[in-house]
């Protein structure tokens, strides 16, 4: 049988993963001394909402659970409880179990319960801990004033308040205390039991409710101050709140005094609305719009200012602009998105063949259609961007998660390590996102076990006891830039070789430069790890950064200077979904490459193309020698060697600042494409990153132009090094 709510636990799962964020985040600015007073109610707050929504569908080893996190907290935020780094390590330990019980109860399976018994022992430990109590604010009854009649803050009021629990109210885990404790925060409060409901003992029911609580409530707060107290119980009590008239006593009270004299409370006067205000008032909506459009003939606008509107008409547009604000944000499911974002592309490339239709037929540019065309074009283009910004969401929820892990990884290396994040507001693809995680994760591991020193050894060398962990995000030529970089000693190449000679990764003749030695901990089983641990020593982490990022289009460069520290670089696309690039064609072939990579395009000339050994030619270029990649010869169109003067030529940058020079047919334009994997519909192809569906209804190939740079780059200089070891070998004879 189908859930009913089923639809309403995936919002509760999505907004659980929310909190929890909001959580962690609370904690650790707790942890680092800078919280205030609203971070402590933000992660209070945090806990409450997942209990109460936890509590709607039975889940009770979360509801449990966050009740006790919950008193804690609640605690922290009388002043009971001081947030000494003890606590908080505990509060921390607390929110890891609290992620694994909302995991648990989205996926249906069991809970750790001897985790949770044993987090509720580290909990009565410190709930036990001295703490410095804050004085209570309580409003004094003398300075209680008559009320400002609406019950917001600005002026005293006094509420009466009655309050019966359900069953049910207590079933879920929920406390009349904390409640109680809530509303004292509000203003001073005076609290009357009623046990009349009470039954004989005989009678009673153990998991009954047969108490009421009536309270009378005076400060400087409204009703829905009030109900936000109840706002997760509400369906679970009965619940009345009254304003009380001024001073407390209601109309028509008389009370005598010590003297005899007597006194009776009257309602407040209230000035009767004139005449032409009360037919305002009783006026329809619809009469109500017509006064306004209708202007007074006697009292003429000025020109540009609003037209008179009658106190209804005010209250209306008022009511209108409150339900405006409310629901500026919806929450979508994305695969609806996804959906959305499948068809824009579609859309694309249907206008795309639309134009090509059209420039077929040869109908002039200045004609009707072609304009209306061209138009379609630009707003098809616009919805892309909209439909794409959608999906955009700044890095920051991954940033987040790293100071933890940063902590945790120190305490294990015995290091002391500071986190440096910028760049958390920078917007990329949700896909993206979701799946740089695990690459950072392994990177900043990597920093303080390999790369940052060990404090005496910092002390010794001169440098700060504390090692510096830094983790940038930017925009850079159309994509998003990573970067993990460290203060410690940098890649110690002589061992890296050493290592890789050892594992059998390179031959121990192997020529290799600095950059190609930095890159052999990429290599699968590579790692420099004496001994095995809980960190490192496995040789799977780099391997497995480098193919993540490799899935998905990006590459991964490393800039290491010895005893100064090392940066690894990772560059990916904004987006999966769309590319800008430019259109070219090679052997009768249509390619697409990327638009950020382009230099410059020029036309070669004979003389200024060299050979080396092998294969490979270089153009020289502005006093220097560029690599030459023939895109034909490369991707298998061709069995010899372009002829450049009859050639196109593009210069192209990879990752690191690695430059190649493309040869091609011809440059037929720019254009945006839509990204279609090659992999996930064919297979994976050396050079090619992806296709795209063109105008014409031919699959165009998307070049993989940084491994083309990376590899030709990576011939040139082993070429080079040869060439220059022959020389001195023949020197030397």
């Known amino acids: 049988m189908e859930d009913p709510l089923a639809a309403i636990k995936v919002t509760f799962f999505q907004e659980c993963e929310e909190q929890l964020a909001e959580l962690e985040s609370g904690l650790l600015a707790m942890e680092s001394n800078v919280a205030d007073s609203e971070t402590v109610n933000a992660v209070f707050r945090a806990v409450h909402s997942m209990k109460g929504g936890a509590g709607i569908f039975a889940m009770d080893a979360l509801v449990r659970f966050a009740h006790i ?25 607390a929110a890891d179990l609290l992620a694994d019980l909302v995991r648990a109860a989205r996926e249906d399976s069991a809970v750790d319960e001897a985790r949770i018994a044993a987090l509720g022992v580290e909990f009565e430990r410190i709930d036990h801990l001295d703490g410095a109590p804050e004085a209570a604010h309580v409003v004094p009854a003398s300075e209680c004033s008559a009320g400002d009649g609406g019950g917001q803050s600005g002026g005293v009021s006094t ?3 009655v309050f019966t629990p359900d069953q049910a109210l207590y079933a879920k885990a929920n406390e009349t205390a904390l409640l109680l404790r809530e509303l004292h925060r509000l203003g001073e409060v005076e609290v009357e039991l009623d046990e009349s409901g009470l039954p004989e003992l005989q009678d009673m029911d153990p998991e009954g409710a047969y108490l009421t609580w009536r309270v009378t409530l005076r400060g400087e707060c409204g009703e829905e101050d009030i109900r936000d107290v109840f706002e997760f119980v509400q369906e679970d009590c009965h619940l009345e709140i009254s304003k009380a008239e001024p001073y407390g006593f209601d109309p028509g009270t008389v009370i005598t005094g010590d003297n005899g004299f007597k006194f009776e409370f009257f309602a407040p006067i209230v000035e009767e609305p004139e005449e032409e205000d009360r037919k305002a008032e009783v006026k329809s909506e619809a009469n109500v719009q017509a006064a306004v459009e209708r202007p007074d003939p006697a009292a003429p606008a000025a020109a ?25 944000t919806i929450r979508v499911d994305l695969d609806r998105v996804d959906r959305m974002i499948d068809l824009v592309g579609e859309l694309v490339i249907n206008e795309a063949m639309l134009s090509q239709r059209v420039l077929e037929a040869g109908i002039a540019r200045s004609s009707g259609v072609a ?9 098809t283009r616009e919805i892309q961007d909209s439909v794409m910004a959608i999906r955009a969401q700044p890095v920051r929820s991954v940033f987040q998660r790293m100071p933890r892990l940063v902590r945790e990884v120190a305490a294990m290396t015995g290091k002391q390590v500071r986190l440096v994040t910028e760049g958390e507001a920078t917007e990329v693809d949700k896909t993206v996102i979701e799946r740089i995680a695990d690459p950072l994760t392994h990177m900043i591991r990597n920093a303080i076990d390999h790369g ?18 830094r983790l940038t995000a930017l925009h850079r030529s159309g994509r998003i830039v990573l970067e993990v970089s460290d203060d410690g000693g940098g890649i110690n190449r002589p061992r890296v070789r050493q290592k890789a000679i050892e594992r059998g990764l390179i031959s121990p003749d192997a020529q290799l430069t600095d950059e190609e030695v930095d890159n052999l901990i990429f290599l699968p089983g590579f790692s420099t790890a004496e001994q095995l641990s809980d960190i490192s020593g496995r040789g799977v982490g ?6 993540s990022i490799q899935a998905l289009g990006g590459r991964i460069s490393i800039s290491s200077r010895p005893g100064k520290g ?15 690039g430019m259109v070219v064609s090679v052997q009768g072939h249509t390619l697409i490459i990327p638009l950020g990579v382009i230099v410059e395009t020029l036309k070669p000339r004979r003389e200024d193309v060299f050979p080396l050994d092998g294969d490979l030619n270089v153009l020289k270029l502005r006093g220097g020698y560029v690599p030459i990649v023939d895109v034909a010869l490369c991707l298998g169109y061709g069995a010899q060697h372009s002829d450049p003067a009859q050639s196109v030529a593009l210069l192209v940058e990879g990752e690191g ?3 190649a020079v493309l040869l091609v047919d011809a440059i037929h334009g720019q254009k945006q494409v839509v990204i279609k994997s090659l992999e996930a519909n064919y297979r994976a192809v050396r050079g090619i990153a992806a296709a795209t569906v063109m105008g014409d209804g031919r699959v165009a190939l998307i070049l993989d132009v940084d491994a083309m740079v990376q590899n030709t780059a990576t011939d040139a200089r082993r070429d080079l090094a040869e060439s220059r070891q022959l020389e001195a070998s023949a020197g030397e004879r």
């Open 542 to 547: 780099m391997d497995v950064v480098r193919q």
């Open 304 to 328: 540009g200012a609003p037209p008179p509107q009658s106190k209804t008409v005010q209250a209306i547009a008022a009511k209108t602009e409150a339900a405006s604000s409310v629901g500026a």
């Open 566 to 580: 090392s940066t690894f670089s990772l560059s990916l696309p904004l987006t999966l979904a769309v590319l800008d």
């Open 69 to 93: 996190f919950e008193t804690s907290l609640d605690k922290v935020r009388s002043g009971v409880l001081s947030a000494t780094p003890p606590v908080v390590a505990v509060f921390l330990r």
């Open 159 to 161: 509420w009466n308040i």
């Open 452 to 469: 940052l020193e060990s404090t005496d050894r910092r002390i010794a060398e001169g440098k700060p006891a504390e090692g510096t962990v």
């Open 657 to 659: 600042g690695a430059r």
């Open 371 to 379: 304009m209306a065309l061209e138009e379609l074009e630009n707003l």
